[in-house]
């Protein structure tokens, strides 16, 4: 059969029946159309074969993307013309008229229906010069205000079929994802249509993308827009920002609340129990009402660990004061844990004993810094900004969880670069990572 080519003759006998049926045909409306009868005429059509395991490599989330190897023949077989030359022009005219980006499934059905009867460079033609297009435009035009669609509507459902083509089609709108980010509000709740991207997001990007435009204003929710009244306590500002307790590092959002509500909580509870009038069994109720809003994922950090201790020994102290004597009562010295002291330091591990990577991941020299960082309750974070002089990226490093004050440094030839501790001059000199 293959020696004297009677594909040929087959394929030559059906294409104007292929011709005449494809001309009435629907795409979206009617994906398997012709799909069973080709499928029983495989041997005689000598279709390519569906990729091997080994053509095959795995993606995240469990996708397989076909690997292209050099074909030995690169001359189209009758079977693949008549694909090329019939099924094609359809198809592109078919998905640049009539398929609309926002409604993905009737195209993802087509190709799934067709995939095993489509040789590998069509379908590759079809994802490259067809559908990519005409997605990434769409999401390009993208705006929250004008559509109804959600972004993750429009990507996702074609995450499994990018293959390799993954960064070019989630690239553009995790830059969006940002700017959702940016535009959003602690009193929107958590904001579901945007927590779906960590998945495609790298790691630290998503932890990064959530300290620059989330923490902020967490912080700020809490500072400004909750108020601590046990007469009438309004818990909704303070529920808005438990929401992210799951999403954020236990370390981080510790260190949110030490800096914004325990100053706050603590000067409440020191006012009620300086009144002579108080009744110490409500504020031990209030105080156990408020520890248990806070989850046991936070309450065994040492830094919140430190502030219920600080209202215990408020309360111990006034309960050895006669009522009239209540007044007198000090205000407690609530200093934050903030940073490990000198001698603490010491004792951390050196940097060249840090290992951030995961066993057979690339161990980096910025990656090394990030973990030093995180191990001394730093926050190192991208300031979208570069050094004039160097042109390398500035990273901010601070122990605020709201990113102010703190050092600019910049990496290169495996060192941090900072400027002057006195601020005297521009230039930036190398300087260990116990110095930052």
């Known amino acids: 059969y293959e020696k004297y080519k009677l594909d040929d003759i087959v394929v030559a006998a059906i294409a104007p029946v292929v011709r005449r049926l494809l001309?009435?045909?629907?795409?979206?409306?009617?994906?398997?159309?012709?799909?069973?009868?080709?499928?029983?005429?495989?041997?005689?059509?000598?279709?390519?074969?569906?990729?091997?395991?080994?053509?095959?490599?795995?993606?995240y989330g469990?996708?397989?993307?076909?690997?292209?190897?050099?074909k030995e023949e690169l001359v189209m077989t009758p079977y693949e013309s008549l694909l090329w030359n019939v099924w094609l022009p359809k198809i592109r005219s078919c998905i640049n008229n009539e398929w609309n980006p926002m409604d993905s499934q009737p195209l993802i059905q087509l190709l799934e229906a067709w995939s095993d009867l489509l040789p590998q460079f069509i379908r590759d033609n079809v994802m490259d010069q067809l559908v990519l297009p005409k997605v990434q435009k769409a999401i390009a035009e993208w705006n929250p205000k004008r559509n109804e669609a959600t972004l993750h509507g429009l990507v996702f459902p074609w995450l499994p079929h990018v293959g390799l083509r993954l960064e070019a089609l989630v690239g553009d709108a995790r830059r969006k994802v940002k700017n959702l980010f940016r535009s959003w509000t602690a009193d929107q709740g958590l904001p579901e249509h945007l927590m779906v991207w960590q998945k495609v997001f790298d790691k630290k990007e998503w932890e990064d993308a959530l300290l620059k435009y989330v923490v902020p204003k967490l912080g700020a929710t809490l500072r400004d827009d909750f108020k601590i009244?046990?007469?009438?306590?309004?818990?909704e500002p303070f529920q808005w920002v438990m929401l992210w307790v799951p999403h954020l590092r236990a370390s981080i959002f510790a260190q949110l609340l030490e800096t914004e509500f325990f100053p706050k909580w603590l000067s409440i509870m020191h006012r009620w129990l300086a009144n002579p009038n108080a009744n110490l069994d409500e504020v031990t109720r209030w105080y156990t009402s408020w520890k248990e809003h806070f989850p046991e994922s936070l309450t065994s950090d040492p830094?919140?660990?430190?502030?219920?201790?600080?209202?215990?020994?408020?309360?111990?102290?006034?309960?050895?004061l006669d009522s009239?004597?209540?007044?007198?009562?000090?205000?407690?010295?609530?200093?934050?844990?903030?940073?490990?002291?000198?001698?603490?330091?010491?004792?951390?591990?050196?940097?060249d004993q840090?290992?951030?990577?995961?066993?057979?991941?690339?161990?980096?020299?910025?990656?090394?810094?990030?973990?030093?960082?995180?191990?001394?309750?730093?926050?190192?974070?991208?300031a979208g900004k570069t050094h004039e002089k160097s042109r390398m990226?500035?990273?901010?490093?601070?122990?605020?969880?709201?990113?102010?004050?703190?050092?600019?440094?910049y990496l290169l030839d495996d060192a941090v670069w900072a400027p002057p501790a006195d601020g005297d001059g521009a230039e930036y000199r190398a300087i260990s990572l116990e110095d930052m």
């Open 324 to 351: 009239r004597a209540r007044h007198t009562l000090q205000k407690p010295d609530f200093k934050p844990l903030g940073l490990p002291s000198k001698a603490q330091h010491g004792k951390s591990k050196r940097p």
């Open 62 to 70: 469990g996708f397989k993307a076909d690997v292209a190897k050099k």
């Open 23 to 59: 001309t009435q045909w629907q795409p979206l409306e009617d994906p398997t159309f012709l799909t069973g009868e080709l499928r029983a005429w495989k041997p005689a059509l000598r279709m390519s074969a569906v990729p091997r395991e080994d053509s095959q490599v795995v993606l």
């Open 393 to 409: 990226p500035l990273y901010k490093v601070s122990p605020n969880v709201d990113g102010k004050g703190g050092l600019m440094v």
């Open 229 to 235: 009244d046990p007469r009438n306590q309004v818990m």
């Open 354 to 382: 840090a290992q951030p990577a995961a066993a057979g991941g690339e161990i980096t020299f910025k990656s090394i810094v990030e973990e030093y960082a995180a191990e001394h309750n730093l926050l190192f974070l991208p």
């Open 303 to 320: 830094r919140i660990a430190h502030g219920f201790t600080t209202g215990l020994q408020l309360m111990h102290s006034a309960m050895n």
